[in-house]
């Protein structure tokens, strides 16, 4: 008898903390989503990837922003061609949304893409101008970001720091408006070592690995850490993340070693296998979009704007 009560108690606790931990994420996470479109062969648009909007502020009133997604999204990977124009979906203030095509120039006076120096890391930083009197969009600002690696290392993200993302999730975009979905997951491996991420192009990649599950269309979420239960710092229906527990620390890149060839399995009758691991994911850190973000190529720019701003 004593022992069921020890059960049913236990139970009880468990549900209880259950409903506790199971708080709803703040829009503040899921308004800087977009999602991302191609035209196809036949010249309908098909949605291939997560973007999202960064910031950096340009002075009290007004920030420069950036649309970020993951680089394969934007680039076409049969001929590592850039896309000549994506067209994102973004959301209105009249619970709806906007489709808006953005031109991309990877060089030239118009060049508005910008990509690591290291050709590896698969991230892309697209400069934009937004209409904000009518998109209803909140940015992730850089002090979000760890700002070098040392910062990353020396961070709370180890193994089993819980995570979440926000994404497109391609059976279900949202019918008037972007509906992102939020998956969660933890760190599951951190190392000082690239990982190999296609073994038929032999492609190393500067990753950290999450237990959670990525599908097409994840590319190019933002990843946050966060503590439970999830910490507010008001009791409005505006809610907001303990800003020490909350912190953008990377971006989608795919399912980990998911695009393994299929091959022939030896056993008494012979069978076409194939691997796949959608239970690990591969994120990049976010101190690389940050590197981007403050290249000196986009110091530069951003320094040549503000002088002629002022001088008119």
Known sequence: MRGLKFIVGYLISLVLSVNLYAQNVPEQFKLPITFIAVKDVEGKLKYNGTGFIASIPLDSA???????????????????????????????????????????YGDGPDKDVYFHSDTSVDLAVIGITANTTLLNFRSIGESSLFKSKTEFDTSYVKEGTNVFYTSMFSPYLGYKKNSPIVRFGKVSLITDEKLLWDSAKNELANLFLVETTTFGGNSGSPVFSYEMPFQLTDTSNHHNFSKDSTKMIGVIKGSYLENMPMGLKQTSAMVPTYTSNVGISGVIPSYLLYEILHSDELERIRKNLTKKSKNK
């Open 62 to 104: 007004n920030l420069w922003l950036y649309l970020v997604t993951a680089k394969h999204v934007i680039v076409d990977e049969a001929d590592n061609r850039l896309c000549d124009t994506i067209w994102v979906r973004i959301n209105s203030f009249e619970n709806s949304s906007y489709v808006l095509p953005i031109e991309l």
